[in-house]
């Protein structure tokens, strides 16, 4: 092989495609995946955070017509105790034109349509809205006036969408389990 | 060759530094077997239950385990891990052993402390609130927090093994000062107290816990005969399992490593042969 | 040598690269074909685990610091927090924790092989002072970084070592308050070791460049000691090395694994899983393995200061080697006579770091008493250090500068490829490899 690098001292052109090259090439490359994978996943939750992605809570502390905050997951959510008065103003506006449309229905468990569980945030830029503020009496957000009803519907304002219904269940008839 | 002996002494230098000469030594553990030594060892989930019940019973009125939260019982590995609850915040069984617990809370509405039963979420409550507190229930002694003890001590298992079951009656003309007990396994140096001939101290210390164990002391559900022994070794399986949970995983995940490594080089070696084969060198 | 760079753009990419960044050609040029001696034997390979430990170091580094927080009252549990919450925290933490052994495992084996070789000698006394430079930011790092677990080993080391500045006179206390941020080692000072010990590795990568720049100069010593007098005498760097090194590097992985995976916490101390108490002392206070010699030596003298200046001297007289030896032979191979001393120089490093680990007042020999010599009985490791001391002292001031002068060595080789070769090629290609004569 006179016309390979020939001015130093090797024998047969070490640079053949064999298949050991290959394998012991594939091998190294190989080894990286269970060094990269855990580098990666570290930055993922951890076993403390992931402990809080759920709670628990007691309904009974929530008196007819209020709602509690709670701290879910670093946001804040709404357990709203509704008043039959505030059910039926929700159910009325089924079939308004609603600018996120969505029957009341929907948004709570099917024989408990008093509890409202929603994620406190306002769907247009995250500003917590008060509660019974706006022109529906369900919540109203200060920052830029999204109107929400009494079903976490957004009614009027930049909002996009309805107050988030998390995933949430009854774990007997006075407590639930968030998340 | 001399230089291979070389590199190899160096890392043996590295395995024994740090051993500590001291005045006196205490009695050497008693080298028991344990399920977790070993490349291929593991815990024994039934052992890690009653160790946690010997913890629960007789430890926690004056050892806290801070690092500890009741979820790390329900995680794979753990004493109460049950497949079906992968999260081990939904485990029943984590759930009633922490229920079982009272932890300190505020109350949201007035502010004040209040006791509660404990969550899954919850860490394992401290026996008192302080270092003082703790301090002024154990005669001036601070109760170590067992999270990380077994590699907290020099032999670890072994050695928490030894004091707990090892305590013995001091030797005659050995004066035991109150409040303190004599274990011949726990580091000291009594000769000050002992009137006999000063070439035979008697190995040990004095500490100020009493003797914890007591042969019936703590019942185990899957009857297991409850002797000071067996206890002591239950516990300090625990104790191992709560200082490093995730021993297990290392070791399995090691045994992978290891083949791929071992693979890998003998992968390269050929290609490396292969590379200076006709190279003169 | 560093020559004419062969690299030829075959790209476009690789061209318009090249007129603009010419760093493609300098890969190319400093580890595809940069031509390396042929004879390097497997002491050769630390270089280049040195480097992937270094890696290694910083990617672990820097994904523990996204969980550690460097306070006096969360540090040790963040760090427990990484072993039993954060996602493989525990593999990260133990390969970081012993990949700072390996690494001292490593520097160790490099440096003697340098002194054993003469690689320090001529042209090549910048690289190795670059060196001495690297080995002096990894003890400061690994020192550093040693506190941040605050551990009781973590804090009454930094007390111990930052109290040797207070023997400096007049400036002393001054300093020490300085480094501390207070009166005692406290959350200032882990704070400010959190950012330097962060900030060190970068520097010493920024020296390791300068390293092996340094290097590509004179080119690779070999165990011969001889130059290289032909490109016949050398081999591109890859695949030659590369597959070499990563044969040695999978090697020195799989003692790595071993202590990662079966034994995390055989080469620490078991107090330093005890957090942190200002108002109790170990019983027994001793660095880490890879200090204990230069812990020895300082111990070995009576006066406070006097140790300091003597451990610090320990590393200085490093510096200055490639102009203690006087010999005109590069490769102990040649000098049968160095070659003694220096396996009594290895023995002596050994020793005390053997003694390092002891209680100085303790017998070497238990249960014999001979006499007290000055302040110490003969039997005791305070003395074996004090003669250890000497003797790694005396290496480098008097013997190597008049074994240099009075020695015989052996002829030396006129090249690389000139001797009889224990690897002959198992097929005689062309008109390559040069006719075996003897030397």
């Known amino acids: 092989m006179a016309d390979t690098v020939e001015t130093h001292a090797s024998g047969d052109d070490p640079n053949r495609r064999d298949f050991i090259h290959i394998a012991a090439g594939a091998a190294a490359v190989g080894a990286l995946v269970p060094i990269a994978w855990p580098l990666i996943d570290q930055m993922n939750p951890a076993g403390d955070t992931l402990a809080l992605a759920s709670i628990e809570f007691d309904l009974s502390k929530v008196p007819a017509g209020q709602q509690v905050v709670l701290k879910w997951r670093g946001k804040p959510l709404f357990v709203r105790n509704r008043t039959p008065a505030e059910i039926a103003a929700a159910v009325k506006d089924d079939n308004a034109s609603l600018p996120d449309p969505q029957p009341d229905a929907a948004r709570h468990k099917d024989g408990k349509p008093q509890w409202l569980v929603l994620i406190g945030t306002c769907t247009h830029l995250g500003c917590v809205p008060t509660f019974q503020g706006g022109d529906y009496g369900g919540w109203f957000c200060p920052c830029h006036g999204s109107h929400y009803d009494t079903s976490g519907r957004i009614r009027k304002g930049p909002a996009p969408r309805n107050l988030e219904v998390p995933e949430w269940a009854f774990l007997s008839d006075t407590t639930v389990k968030i998340g | ?281 | 040598m560093s020559g004419h760079s062969s690299y030829e753009p075959k790209t476009g990419f690789e061209r318009w690269m090249d007129m603009r960044l010419p760093i493609l050609r300098m890969a190319h040029d400093t580890a595809i074909t940069f031509p390396t001696p042929k004879n390097l034997n497997y002491w050769w390979t630390f270089g280049g685990i040195l480097a992937v430990m270094l890696v290694v170091q910083i990617v672990t580094g820097i994904v523990l610091a996204m969980h550690y927080v460097p306070h006096v009252d969360h540090a040790f549990a963040s760090v427990e927090r990484i072993m039993r919450d954060v996602n493989y925290g525990w593999f990260i933490r133990y390969m970081h924790a012993n990949g700072a052994s390996m690494f001292f495992v490593a520097v160790y084996i490099h440096i003697l092989r340098n002194l054993y070789y003469g690689s320090y000698k001529a042209p090549r006394e910048v690289l190795w002072i670059l060196g001495c430079v690297i080995y002096l930011l990894m003890m400061a790092t690994a020192f550093l970084g040693y506190v941040l677990p605050w551990g009781q080993m973590s804090f009454h080391g930094a007390v111990v070592i930052t109290n040797l500045l207070g023997a400096l006179p007049v400036v002393g206390q001054a300093i020490t308050t300085w480094l501390w941020g207070g009166f005692a080692v406290d959350n200032p000072t882990l704070n400010r070791f959190f950012s330097l010990h962060f900030l060190l590795p970068f520097m010493i990568a920024g020296v390791v460049a300068l390293h092996i720049w340094a290097l590509h100069v004179p080119g690779n010593n070999n165990p011969l000691g001889v130059n290289v007098k032909s490109k016949e005498d050398t081999v591109p760097f890859h695949p030659y090395y590369t597959v070499k090194d990563g044969f040695a590097i999978a090697l020195f992985f799989l003692l790595f694994a071993s202590f990662v995976f079966y034994n995390p916490n055989i080469l620490g101390h078991a107090d330093n899983y005890i957090p942190a108490n200002p108002l109790v002392t170990p019983t027994h206070i001793v660095p880490e393995w890879y200090f204990l010699p230069f812990y020895a030596i300082l111990r070995a003298v009576p006066d406070k200061l006097g140790g300091v200046l003597l451990m610090f001297g320990a590393i200085g007289v490093l510096f200055i080697l490639p102009w203690l030896d006087t010999s005109k032979v590069r490769s102990m191979r040649y000098r049968p006579t160095a070659r003694w001393y220096f396996l009594i120089f290895v023995l002596a490093a050994l020793i005390l770091g053997w003694c390092g680990a002891r209680l100085p007042d303790d017998p070497v020999i238990p249960g014999v008493t001979s006499f007290k010599l000055l302040d110490a009985d003969l039997n005791s490791y305070v003395w074996l250090s004090r003669i250890a001391t000497a003797y790694y002292f005396a290496y480098f001031v008097l013997i190597l500068p008049i074994l240099g002068l009075t020695e015989k060595p052996l002829p030396v080789p006129d090249s690389i490829s000139a001797p009889v070769l224990s690897h002959p090629a198992t097929t005689p290609a062309g008109a390559v490899a040069s006719p075996e004569k003897r030397g």
């Not at chain 2, 002591?232 to 992978?256: I, N, Q, S, Y």
């Open chain 2, 1 to 281: 060759m001399l230089r291979k002996v070389i590199a190899l002494a160096a890392l043996g230098l590295a395995c024994i530094g740090g051993q500590a000469a001291a005045a006196t030594h205490p009695k050497d553990p008693p080298s028991i077997g344990w399920s977790f030594e070993g490349p291929f060892g593991r815990f024994d989930k039934a052992q890690l239950q009653r160790g946690y019940k010997v913890y629960r019973e007789v430890c926690a009125s004056c050892h806290g385990m801070s690092l500890m939260y009741f979820r790390n019982l329900g995680q794979p590995g753990g004493p109460f891990h049950d497949e079906k609850y992968p999260n081990p915040n939904d485990n029943p069984y984590v759930k009633a052993l922490a229920a079982e617990v009272q932890v300190n809370d505020i109350d949201s509405e007035t502010g004040d402390t209040v006791q509660r039963p404990a969550t899954s979420a919850d860490r394992f409550p401290s026996p008192f609130p302080n270092e003082a507190a703790a301090r002024a229930s154990n005669g001036g002694a601070m109760p170590p927090d067992l999270s990380v003890i077994v590699k907290a001590r020099q032999q670890g298992p072994q050695y928490i093994y030894a004091v707990l079951a090892g305590y013995a009656n001091p030797p005659p003309g050995l004066t035991v000062p109150p409040g303190q007990y004599y274990n011949p396994y726990y580091p000291g140096d009594v000769s000050a107290f002992y009137q006999g001939d000063h070439g035979h101290v008697p190995e040990g210390g004095f500490l100020a816990m009493p003797p914890p164990l007591g042969s019936g002391k703590v019942t185990f559900d899957d009857g297991t005969p409850s002797t000071v022994a067996q206890q002591a070794k239950d516990v300090t399986a625990f104790l191992a399992w709560a200082a490093e949970p995730k021993m297990e995983e290392r070791k399995a995940f090691g045994l992978g490593a290891m083949i791929y490594l071992l693979l890998l080089t003998i992968l390269l070696w050929f290609s490396y042969k292969r590379i200076w084969r006709n190279v003169a060198h």
